[in-house]
């Protein structure tokens, strides 16, 4: 079983500023993998696949990065609107039980 | 535009059974896979099942093997999730979601807004 290890759990930033988000795979995903965002009271919303590409509408600001074990998200200055929760997920491995990290709470500060 | 709408969920007792529903719009609703995702008060996201686009396969987490059963009404463009023996545990928000192969994986492109499952005495 792949276990996700997301740090920090909680992040403290202001505006303007940029936010790095980490995701460590417990063994190897190659590029396998995906963020999220989520807001209170939604659903998430596919940010990054594949460690690095933008899903469809995504800003610019958002970037992944990363592969094997070590996975990273920034975003590059900080929006009011990105102050949310974040997940990393793993889809190398068929069915995706679980494969989700355990979130980072973006928040401001 | 792409909508999932989940509905079915209550309060209810442990040990009871529950049917969520997860109405599809705006795409080919037998061209993708389906996943059901939960996320209890508070906590992180977790997967629970999935379907494939003809319903003839399906995968479980450990958590929910045995208990819950997913399928799909292609004609009605519905996914449903059935749950039995529910216990605490199982208190969460019940997410469905669209699995789409983009690069390399399958991955959660669209997401409902979710349905509340409480399960207490």
């Known amino acids: 079983e792949i276990v996700l290890t997301q740090s920090p759990a909680t992040l403290s930033l202001s505006p303007g500023e940029r936010a790095i988000l980490s995701c460590r795979a417990s063994q190897s995903v190659s590029r396998y993998l995906a963020w999220y965002q989520q807001k209170p009271g939604q659903g998430p919303r596919l940010l990054i696949f594949d460690a690095s590409n933008r899903a469809t509408g995504i800003p610019a600001r958002f970037s992944g990065s990363g592969s094997g074990t070590d996975f990273t998200l920034t975003i590059s200055s900080l929006e009011p609107e990105d102050f949310a929760f974040y997940y990393c997920?793993?889809?190398?491995?068929?069915?995706?039980?679980?494969?989700f990290g355990q979130g980072t709470k973006l928040e401001i500060k | 535009q792409v909508q999932l709408v989940e509905s079915g969920g209550g309060v209810l007792q442990p040990g009871g059974s529950l049917r969520l529903s997860c109405a599809a719009s705006?795409?080919?609703?037998?061209?993708?896979?389906m996943h059901w995702v939960r996320q209890a008060p508070g906590k992180g996201l977790e997967w629970v099942a999935v379907i494939s686009e003809d319903g003839s396969n399906q995968y479980y987490s450990d958590a929910v093997r045995g208990r819950f059963t997913v399928s799909r009404d292609n004609s009605k463009n519905t996914l449903f999730l059935q749950m039995a023996f529910l216990g605490g545990e199982d208190t969460a928000v019940y997410y469905c979601a669209r699995g789409d192969f983009y690069g390399s994986g399958t991955y959660l492109h669209y997401w409902g807004q979710g349905t509340l499952v409480t399960v207490s005495s």
């Open positions: 705006g795409f080919t609703f037998r061209s993708f896979t």
């Open positions: 997920q793993q889809v190398s491995h068929w069915p995706p039980e679980n494969s």
